[in-house]
């Protein structure tokens, strides 16, 4: 069943995906099917069950959009730590002036 996004701005959805990963996963199927009947290989449809698998929504967040964000937080974005005396001593001046 089609479901019409709330107010237009969700993405639509069928049954428990977004139409984007549905028609990519069904392509993924078909491709897989294909791959199956002519080299005897499982792998394209093993993918294409693993993709349908991680992008099922529950209320417009799924598995595969939490992974990418984690990778993009822990491995991509560079994070900047300073640890050492001067930065403590500013926080405590910043803190005085402030009360």
């Known amino acids: 069943m ?3 996004p709330d107010n237009l701005k969700s993405a639509p959805t ?3 995906w977004r139409l984007r990963d549905m028609a990519i996963g069904g392509l993924l ?3 897989g099917v294909a791959m199956l ?3 005897r290989t499982l792998l394209f449809a093993a993918i294409a069950a ?3 698998f991680l992008t099922i929504c529950f209320d417009e967040t ?3 959009d939490f992974l990418r964000k984690a990778g993009v937080y ?5 994070q900047l ?6 930065e403590v001593s500013r926080h405590k001046a910043d803190k005085k002036q402030k009360e």
């Open 37 to 39: 009947a002519q080299f």
């Open 74 to 78: 822990f491995i991509g974005k560079s």
């Open 50 to 52: 693993m993709y349908l």
């Open 81 to 86: 730590y300073r640890w050492g005396k001067q």
């Open 2 to 4: 089609y479901i019409y």
């Open 62 to 64: 799924c598995i595969l």
């Open 14 to 16: 069928l049954w428990l």
């Open 29 to 31: 199927a078909v491709f």
